[in-house]
């Protein structure tokens, strides 16, 4: 009986024995053969050459624009009476061809004529007021002629503008087109400062319906950038843009109606303290192509000019024309495209 456990004691020893020597084995194979690492830790190789890409550059720069603002714009109506509806909202866009309230039941409608309509309008008629309310007529989708005299054709289109803003048909005269049914305001889209219109209550002595941001009389970056690109430049302020000339000066009327329409212009005139600003983007207005290289690819860095090492041929001459984010813009100063080029030049080849 003891030799039968005996026995199997020094069986089991004897496998024991076995399995430590195979993982010992095992250890020695997993040491001796070393094992790759992982494509992502892998110590990168530099590359030797480097190819010149293309894009598109607007030399795009960040600035303020300074605006110089005057009073609050009241929209006026000559109605008489009580407010008996209100479309107006503090905040919101007031748009061409909206109704902004009823007085007495009868709809009081925003017009963005070039000139505010100042009279009533009666065949044969004829001035700039006319022909500023059939340009806005047209814009809107009347597809009428803008010659500035009143015809049959202009009486018609105001009658459906009236009619297609809930103006009851009957009653409407054929040959005259009264000034009340409308309240100028200044651009196609504006923002509501503040509304005084209110349901149930008279008309205010003045006839003031509305309030809009105080009217922009000037703008201009108030500080600009040095060196720019050469070339037209435009100015992005939210969603719209407008021209700007070398000065950074906006002078156009028209740009800065539409500068005044945006709700970011509403919101900086009524909150500023001092002189408003607004953040914009200013950029050539057709932007240049240039080709794209590392900044270890350029030697003999002078001024504004460098040397490139194309992978075969002579060393290049280029103009630096910017850098971005570790990328240097340049163009050939011979006009012609680069291909492939040295990551690290031979810098005792030079261009010059």
């Given at each position: ?11 089991a020893l004897v496998g024991l024995g076995a399995m430590v020597v195979a993982a010992g084995v095992a250890v020695a194979v997993a040491v ?321």
């Open positions: 009986m003891a030799d039968t456990v005996t026995g199997r004691l020094s069986g001796a053969v070393p094992v790759d690492p992982p494509a992502a830790l892998r110590t990168a190789t530099p590359a030797g050459t480097v190819r010149a890409t293309e894009r598109s550059d607007a030399d795009e720069r960040q600035v303020q624009l300074a605006l110089d603002t005057g009073a609050p714009r009241a929209v006026v109506t000559s109605m008489t009476g009580t407010v008996t509806a209100a479309a107006c909202s503090t905040g919101q866009p007031l748009k061409s061809g909206d109704v902004i309230a009823h007085v007495d039941g009868r709809a009081v409608i925003a017009l963005a004529s070039a000139v505010p309509l100042w009279r009533d309008l009666a065949l044969e008629d004829t001035g700039d007021d006319v022909r500023g309310l059939q340009r806005e007529f047209d814009r809107l989708g009347a597809d009428l002629a803008v010659d500035g005299l009143v015809g049959a054709a202009t009486l018609r289109a105001a009658r459906q503008f009236l009619v297609d803003r809930g103006v009851p048909r009957v009653g409407l005269p054929k040959d005259m087109l009264t000034k009340d049914a409308f309240a100028w305001v200044p651009a196609a889209t504006n923002t509501v400062r503040s509304c005084t219109a209110v349901v149930g209550a008279p008309v205010p002595v003045e006839g003031v319906l509305a309030e809009l941001p105080a009217e922009l009389r000037s703008a201009r970056i108030d500080a600009v950038p040095v060196d720019p690109v050469p070339g037209d430049r435009s100015l992005r302020i939210g969603g719209t843009e407008v021209l700007v000339d070398e000065r950074g000066v906006v002078s156009s009327t028209e740009a800065l109606a539409r500068i005044a329409a945006l709700p970011e212009y509403a919101a900086t005139v009524v909150s500023a303290d001092g002189v408003p600003t607004l953040p914009a983007s200013w950029s050539l207005r057709s932007p240049r192509t240039v080709q794209v290289v590392p900044p270890t690819a350029l030697y003999e860095i002078e001024g504004d000019r460098a040397c490139v090492q194309p992978t075969s041929g002579a060393p290049a001459e280029v103009e630096v024309l910017g850098s971005e984010l570790g990328q240097s813009f340049v163009r050939a100063t011979d006009g012609h495209a680069l291909d492939r080029l040295r990551a690290s030049p031979d810098r005792t080849r030079s261009c010059r």
